[in-house]
């Protein structure tokens, strides 16, 4: 099927742990993105990626790294987690045009205990 | 950088009634506005777009959305709505010259038998 797909679903773990979650894309599309959503369901860009290179990164800490191997994959790695990153984190693609819609994964609900 | 207001948290109404989601936005250049969906444990899908032409646009599941530049407005309607349009709808803009999507705060749309 074509989609946005984001692994895992579901994320439990402790404070200070250090976890990644995956995204993959085969939609052909050369822009990727991570989203966050809080329990309040707002939605907040953290990063983009244009073909590997990074091209909007927001104001989040850096225990958050991203990383692009190619167009098609963007990963998110969290290091020394906090009770305050338990969100759902959201993947997304389109292509660079302003104007095309992007395109979510399911979410990974990240739960920090 | 452009912003969105969504005016209303949730809107409740009965199965069958018409509903009005409301969306502003803020730029200062030309902008591309749309609308999307999420259902519950789901990512977003994409209801409808506006980017140029025809003011009144017409999307999946019977929604459509007005485009008004004098009052800045973006607003979502559905003539009839069912039980399975319980969802979350976000407004959402990008301008022009960047692909820096930006989400309104969602509204909760609940439709009661």
């Known amino acids: 099927d074509t989609a946005v797909s984001q692994t895992p679903k579901y994320l439990v773990t402790q404070m200070g742990n250090d976890k990644s979650i995956k995204c993959e894309q085969n939609?052909?599309?050369?822009?990727m993105y991570w989203y966050k959503q809080d329990s309040k369901k707002f939605l907040k860009i953290m990063f983009s990626?244009?073909?590997?290179?990074?091209?909007i990164n927001e104001t989040v800490p850096n225990r958050f790294s991203p990383k692009s191997p190619d167009k098609a994959h963007l990963n998110l790695h969290i290091n020394s987690l906090e009770l305050g990153d338990s969100a759902v984190y959201f993947c997304?693609?389109?292509?660079?045009?302003?104007?095309?819609?992007?395109?979510f994964g399911n979410g990974t609900r990240l739960t920090v205990t | 950088a452009q912003s969105v207001t969504q005016l209303d948290s949730q809107v409740p109404v009965f199965e069958e009634a018409p509903v009005e989601l409301r969306c502003n936005y803020s730029?200062?250049?030309?902008?591309?506005l749309f609308w999307y969906v999420q259902y519950p444990n789901q990512g977003l899908q994409l209801l409808l777009k506006?980017?140029?032409?025809?003011?009144l646009v017409k999307g999946i599941n019977g929604f459509e959305a007005e485009f008004n530049k004098s009052q800045t407005s973006f607003h979502l309607r559905k003539p009839s709505v069912h039980i399975s349009d319980t969802a979350e709808y976000f407004c959402?803009?990008?301008?022009?010259?960047?692909?820096?999507?930006?989400f309104g705060a969602g509204t909760r749309l609940t439709v009661k038998p």
């Open positions: 997304a693609s389109s292509y660079r045009d302003s104007y095309s819609p992007l395109h």
């Open positions: 939609l052909g599309h050369d822009t």
């Open positions: 990626y244009n073909n590997k290179e990074l091209i």
């Open positions: 730029s200062s250049v030309s902008v591309y």
């Open positions: 506006y980017l140029s032409g025809s003011t």
């Open positions: 959402a803009v990008s301008s022009y010259n960047n692909n820096d999507m930006r």
